[in-house]
């Protein structure tokens, strides 16, 4: 055999690979959904302000709206007196104006009334036998709210391609967006294979392991907002991982743990090559992670499958989904320009690789004395689940670097909070 029939396939690079992944991912039509249900969805229209927010200029205080030129040079030793014609709650208006020399006690957001353009704290002013004692200056638009200072009517308030975050919800409710056009989420079939997994539940016999991939995977899809199609373990059996592959692409995308690296047993590949995949690349320059399969599947008339091939190890699962995959499905649902995540902190002590690899380290990123600094856990491994539990972000190692100094500026991958 010569020597190129044993050369190994080209190792992808982790920016070539993200770019064939996103090249891939297109969005699947809109749907409309009420606005309760709208956190984590994605904008598929631009929103518009059809009032302006607030409608009307409103007080911004308990107090009493006042002409502010009838208040010039008042103060506590020599208060200014006017007459309370009036008192305004909110919800309510004011069917008269406010002249000269008068007063009207207001609520806090009711309606200023016409005639007035200032507004005293209750702090600033005393009722007294039908008269108000003013004792400050009240500025021109002291204490109002205008109307339109929020946003105006015609604008934008949230562009398509937004996440809705519950921060949005307020703002969205208060220009009346009772649904919204959102773009549909991909469905997601989680597979793992391996004759050596065991449900959680189950005993361990001798060389079995639990299946812990498809619970975090499914975690981190839930992080996404994507409810995934769990379709349990295989055993290595070609016409079983057929089988479960053929229901597996009754889903939008297709997310598999295990079976994709050389082993005599990883029948991934085979089964998914004799169904018709197109291998987009197998292998990226990255560890852990390495054995990453990315395809598409025809299922013939409808659209292509998206298949994800995993490798079996816990670290190299998510290291594979934080970096190819959330950004994928990212783009799917909606978002037009997926955040990359990555921050820069102060490397704690120095690092050496072997390898010209992007290589993933887990860590603990933290903040002192305002500066964000990180440290890798204390063991790395592919298989450490312990340092995924002890680890809140990815230390991200470039191909071309083989060593880091302490206090060297890093890129941090962060892992996120616990939702």
């Known amino acids: 055999m010569t020597q190129a029939h044993l050369a190994a396939p080209r190792l ?8 064939i992944v996103l090249e891939q991912a297109t969005t699947l039509g809109t749907e409309r959904v009420r606005l309760e249900k709208s956190m984590g969805r994605v904008l598929a229209q631009d929103t518009i302000a059809a009032t302006a927010l607030p409608p009307f200029d409103n007080s911004a205080m308990d107090g009493y709206a006042v002409r502010s030129a009838d208040t010039a040079g008042a103060s506590r030793e020599a208060p200014i007196r006017l007459r309370l014609v009036g008192e305004i709650a909110a919800g309510r208006v004011l069917q008269r104006e406010v002249g ?11 309606p200023l009334p016409p005639g007035a353009d200032s507004v005293v704290m209750l702090e600033e002013a005393r009722l007294r ?9 009240a500025p021109p638009g002291g204490h109002v709210r205008r109307a339109g200072e929020d946003i105006r009517g015609g604008e934008i308030a949230l562009k398509a ?9 307020g703002l969205l409710a208060g220009l009346g967006y009772a649904t919204l056009a959102v773009y549909r989420r991909p469905t997601v079939a989680l597979l793992a294979t391996g004759s050596e997994l065991v449900n959680i539940d189950e005993p361990l016999m001798p060389g079995k392991i639990r299946n812990s991939n498809s619970l975090v995977l499914a975690a981190l899809l839930r992080r996404l907002g994507i409810e995934p199609v769990d379709l349990g373990t295989v055993i290595d059996e070609r016409n079983l991982i057929r089988r479960q592959m053929e229901q597996a692409a009754t889903c939008d ?29 197998w292998r990226v320059n990255m560890k852990p992670g390495k054995p990453l399969l990315f395809g598409r599947l025809s299922v013939g008339g409808s659209r292509d499958r998206i298949v994800f091939g995993l490798p079996g190890n816990p670290i ?7 970096v190819f995959i959330a950004p994928y499905l990212k783009r799917v649902t909606g ?44 063991q790395q491994g592919s298989g450490m689940l312990t340092s995924l539990a002890q680890a809140n972000a990815f230390i991200v190692v470039p191909e071309d670097t083989m060593q880091l100094e302490a206090g060297s500026v890093v890129e941090v991958l962060p892992l996120g909070g616990d939702s």
């Open 12 to 19: 992808t690079g982790v920016e070539e690979a993200k770019r």
């Open 316 to 322: 190299s699962c998510v290291a594979c989904f934080v």
């Open 335 to 378: 978002e037009s320009e997926p955040a990359n995540g990555l921050v820069r902190a102060r490397l704690t002590q120095s690092l050496r690789k072997k390898e010209a690899k992007t290589v993933l380290l887990t860590a603990q990123l933290r903040e002192d004395a305002g500066t964000l600094v990180v440290a890798p856990t204390p």
């Open 100 to 110: 000269r020399g008068e007063a009207v006690k207001i609520m806090t957001g009711a």
């Open 161 to 169: 391609g937004t996440r809705i975050r519950f921060q949005h919800l």
């Open 129 to 137: 036998e039908g008269m108000v004692e003013i004792f400050a200056d």
């Open 253 to 281: 995308v297709i997310l598999i743990s295990g079976g994709v690296s050389v082993g005599a047993h990883d029948l991934v590949k085979t089964v998914l090559r004799e169904m018709g995949m197109e291998t987009l690349f």
